[in-house]
């Protein structure tokens, strides 16, 4: 059945068969064709554009049309025998490393509120999920391994192409993450905007 739905497009003139953009397709919609990215199925993508931000010639896009509604049931059969289990959940609450996430993906422009958590505090908060997520999108990385200055650079293309209108901001109780917030309001900064953080830090329970 044909429903008008958000889908990946490749511009086959600017796809160079690298394959990059495969092993981020999670659903297996994505395989290298005679040397060039090409959809196996409509059925088999989301229309969530995991895949745009590892294209490095800009070859995919998300675009909205008529298309083969996405198959969940399809897509799990489709993985099994490929000796994959496929488990689904909310794309809403799809965690994405910030220095992977493409700024114009669908998830971002869909909502107004975000969560930004150390990768560390989303390991050891098991309440993230319940307490605070909803049906926020999350990002999550860490300031101290990673590149601060290309967060801020992230950061910054994210507010300039999205409408966030509040982050909530989730660090541990150690030093190296009192960078994430720094690094938020230097975005900002960047950006020109002014978007209210709510501060969430998670400490260790000594009792």
């Known amino acids: 059945m044909k429903v008008k739905r958000k889908i990946i497009e490749i511009d086959q003139e600017l796809c160079d068969g690298c394959g990059m953009c495969v092993p981020a397709c999670a659903e297996g919609a994505i395989e290298v064709v005679n040397g060039k990215a090409r959809l196996v199925s409509e059925k088999y993508c989301d229309g969530l554009g995991a895949c745009i931000g590892q294209c490095p010639k800009g070859a995919i ?17 489709y993985l099994r025998k490929k000796g994959k289990r496929a488990v689904f959940v909310s794309p809403n609450n799809w965690p994405v490393q910030i220095r992977l996430v493409s700024t114009g993906m669908p998830f971002l422009r869909d909502s107004s509120e975000l969560v930004v958590s150390s990768d560390c505090a989303a390991a050891v908060y098991d309440e993230l999920k319940s307490s605070l997520l909803g049906n926020r999108p999350l990002l999550i990385g860490c300031p101290k391994f990673d590149d601060a200055e290309m967060y801020v650079d992230r950061f910054s293309e994210i507010f300039k192409n999205n409408n966030i209108k509040k982050i909530i901001c989730v660090i541990m109780e150690v030093p190296c993450c009192s960078g994430l917030p720094m690094i938020l309001k230097r975005a900002m900064e960047l950006a020109d905007v002014q978007i209210p953080v709510e501060e969430v830090v998670v400490y260790v329970n000594r009792f």
């Open 61 to 77: 896009k998300v675009v909205e049309r008529e298309a083969e509604d996405f198959d969940e049931e399809a897509v799990a059969e």
